[in-house]
């Protein structure tokens, strides 16, 4: 089993920036891919971003040319920049396989608002 463990979030600013880490543990050899999800009330989860382990990433629309995303290891960043309100959310860490559910984060609630 994989374990994820988040760490960031928290009240920006609109314009601002904000990092969020994630840090897998576990049977991590099976890992193919991580990144990150949010879900703002009364919104559907959706995919922020995500990067396999030969290093192919995806962006939705929304935060392409704002977000960043990196890994490590088995760790993962999400680099924010130019927040926006709509950007409010719950982000969830996650971590895909080629057989299997994914495995959930905690979650971590960012906030943008002046």
């Known amino acids: 089993q994989v374990q994820l463990v988040e760490s960031g979030g928290g009240l920006v600013q609109p314009g601002g920036s904000l990092g969020l880490s994630c840090e897998a543990s576990?049977?991590?050899?099976?890992?193919?891919?991580m990144g990150w999800y949010r879900q703002a009330p009364g919104k559907q989860r959706e995919l922020v971003t995500d990067r396999t382990r030969g290093g192919r990433t995806n962006y939705a629309d929304s935060v392409r040319g704002r977000f960043t995303i990196s890994r490590d290891n088995t760790k993962v960043y999400l680099q924010m920049n130019s927040l926006k309100p709509e950007d409010t959310a719950v982000y969830y860490c996650y971590a895909g396989f080629l057989r299997g559910s994914p495995v959930w984060g905690q979650g971590t609630q960012v906030t943008v608002s002046s």
């Open positions: 576990g049977s991590i050899s099976n890992i193919w891919v």
